[in-house]
């Protein structure tokens, strides 16, 4: 709560020195929010209140050569009640005669997707929960240096240093960073990329459904290759694969291994409908072939196969609607978000959000769940957001 | 006999100095297309989107290379950082917040910038408009002070966005002073002016236009060139090193 109140005060006395040589701005949304939740009781029953996020940006300006960024991000409230202040992004790139130099903190996207993207090697884009009223799904950043070296020029090759999570101390040891390296080229009229992440510490618990009997592991050090593709049909496709190989010698290797291994692939068009709108439509999927085909209660989460369409209409030059889903077809149950968005003024949209989930209570989206974690679950079923987004 | 070949000569000799001197409909298309093409320029400038809610402002810096390469870097609030990338059949996007690279071929050139009346097409330039268009010349008209060329220009194919435009070009300089925007059914849906022109580096070069929509009242984009140089040495080189910078 400490370091909180210091990083705020000391982003308010830096302001007036900031000034001169950055451009600032505010992106913020506020929502009338409406949502069927749980008591402490767990008892179900409708909820209403102001819900939000902001974010302040300092962005450099002036030097042709190097860009910086510092982005605070404000979310409120989250489940615990109270604002929560992150800081987002923090980096400096310096642009030298022959490579790029990135170091700080920042997002860095390898693969192709919107929602499921198995080339995310470093974030990781597999998860059926995410928020899909968002204009960017995955936004998760990590403090990293990058060094871009130009192959030509729709080729580069990118060398990646990523820091530990922090400690008590205030850094991680060594052997838990990460590091990786891609090849981003063109081949006729395909894109191929291609690269491999090693991660010296991941504190995910694998369920290795694989074998006979269902064990949940922590596995420190990981080897994570990637490729990823991308062309056009008509419509434009993308398709990746990713695989994660535990660093270490022991026979459930293969198990993780085949757990782990996924595709994810879409479509992407976009044609006019009539005059002066345009309608587009998104597909993706993403397949883990070893996981549970078959639907099996409290599997949820670990099922073979999910799929993501959107529809979007845009309707003239401001207004905007669409219809996103997440459906998992093993347990026949998905997470259905329309949304409407109207650029009225400069810097200024309303916006509308309706999220329904549908499945019963052990599928993967259920809309009264059978088990509720009050420490991480806000919403039961459903969500009606309106309000307003402002740039400034 | 020899009359008959004295009028046929007579007849020859009137008509060559008209076939030499006539100029086709595609002849003023490619011109004016070609006016429009440097070998390289270097500009800035914003896009006024104005309808009855009031006026939203965007602005760019742009670069271009010849007929396909062109690279849009917004600068304005709400879009600043977002760059297009443009070459002959490939569209690649980039958004800061995402440092994200993303490649669009096909359909997508053609589609509304930032919910302007322009394409993205339309602003990074590429357009090959004689293998789109069936060009007839109607007439010529005169359109503030300028003697023009008036072109009727019906789609050969589906892939463009007006089936049906009418186009008013200078007679001297290959300017688009006007043109109409139809449905196939003659129906006018939007319309162009050019509001100034200015010679640069030995062209005329539009540096204010307007695109009025004409099937909503009080709509309108006004896209202004605040300054151009063109021709002359670039330091980008239409690079996804450009792109991502």
């Known amino acids: 709560m400490v370091k909180r109140i210091l990083t705020v005060l000391l982003l308010i006395t830096a302001v007036p020195f900031l000034i001169a040589e950055n451009s600032i701005s505010v992106d913020m949304e506020l929502y009338n929010t409406v949502i069927k939740t749980r008591d402490d009781s767990f008892n179900p029953y409708w909820a209403y209140g102001i819900t939000g996020k902001g974010a302040v940006s300092f962005k450099s300006s002036g030097n042709r050569n190097v860009r910086a960024d510092l982005v605070t991000d404000i979310t409120f409230p989250d489940s615990s009640g109270i604002p929560v202040l992150i800081l987002q992004k923090a980096y400096v790139k310096s642009k030298f005669p022959n490579f790029r130099l990135t170091v700080g903190k920042t997002r860095l996207g390898w693969g192709d997707g919107f929602v499921f993207n198995s080339g995310d090697v470093i974030f990781g884009s597999t998860s059926p929960y995410v928020n899909l009223t968002g204009s960017e799904l995955r936004t ?253 | 006999m020899k009359n008959k070949t004295i009028s046929i000569l007579l007849l020859l000799f009137l008509l060559i100095p008209v076939a030499a001197f006539t100029i086709t409909g595609e002849e003023i298309i490619r011109k004016a297309d070609d006016m429009q093409v440097f070998d390289t320029s270097e500009a800035s400038g914003e896009m006024r989107i104005k309808d009855r809610f009031g006026i939203k402002v965007s602005t760019f810096n742009a670069w271009s290379r010849g007929k396909y390469e062109s690279l849009l870097e917004f600068t304005s609030l709400a879009e600043r950082g977002q760059k297009i990338l443009r070459t002959e059949d490939e569209l690649y996007l980039f958004y800061p917040d995402a440092e994200e690279l993303i490649r669009m071929q096909g359909s997508m050139l053609r589609q509304s910038m930032l919910g302007s009346d322009i394409s993205y097409e339309d602003m990074t330039g590429g357009k090959d408009r004689i293998s789109q268009y069936d060009v007839v010349l109607e007439g010529e008209e005169n359109i503030n002070g300028n003697d023009c060329y008036v072109l009727i220009m019906t789609a050969k194919v589906r892939t463009v966005p007006y089936p049906k435009e009418k186009v008013w070009i200078d007679k001297k300089t290959f300017i688009i002073w006007k043109a109409e925007y139809y449905t196939k059914s003659d129906r006018l849906l939007k319309e162009m002016e050019t509001l100034r022109v200015e010679e640069i580096g030995g062209r005329m070069i539009a540096m204010e236009s307007r695109i009025s929509d004409k099937m909503k009242t009080d709509t309108e984009t006004i896209m202004i060139i605040n300054k151009i140089r063109i021709n002359t040495p670039l330091d980008v080189d239409f690079s996804l090193d450009d792109l991502s910078w």
């Open chain 1, 140 to 392: 998760e950043t990590t403090w990293l240096s990058t060094v871009n070296y130009p192959l030509g020029r729709f080729s580069f090759i990118e060398g990646l240093v990523t820091a530990p999570d922090l400690s008590a101390s205030g850094m991680g040891g060594i052997g838990d960073s990460g590091a990786g390296l891609r090849l981003y080229t063109k081949v006729g009229g395909v894109k191929i990329e291609t690269g491999y992440y090693f991660n010296g510490k991941d504190n995910t618990s694998y369920d290795i459904t694989y074998t006979e009997t269902t064990e949940y592991l922590t596995i420190n050090a990981l080897h994570r290759p990637y490729i990823s593709l991308q062309g056009n049909i008509g419509p434009d496709w993308y398709l990746n694969s990713s695989v994660t190989i535990p660093a270490l010698n022991s026979s459930i290797i293969e198990s993780i291994a085949k757990d782990t291994f996924n595709i994810s692939f879409g479509l992407f068009h976009i044609m006019e409908t009539g005059y002066n709108n345009s309608l587009s439509f998104r597909l993706e999927s993403i397949i883990l072939p070893y996981l549970i085909w078959d639907e099996d209660k409290g599997a949820a989460g670990s099922y073979a196969m999910l799929i993501y369409p959107e529809i979007s209409l845009v309707l003239g030059p401001t207004i905007n609607l669409s219809v996103r889903s997440i459906i998992s077809p093993i347990d026949y149950s998905a997470q259905i978000t329309t949304g409407f968005s109207w650029n009225v003024f400069e810097g200024y949209c309303l916006l509308g959000y309706t999220t329904i989930n549908v499945g019963d209570g052990n599928d993967t989206f259920s809309w009264n769940k059978s088990i509720w974690n009050s420490g991480t679950d806000m919403i039961d079923g459903i969500s009606l957001m309106v309000g307003v987004s402002v740039i400034y």
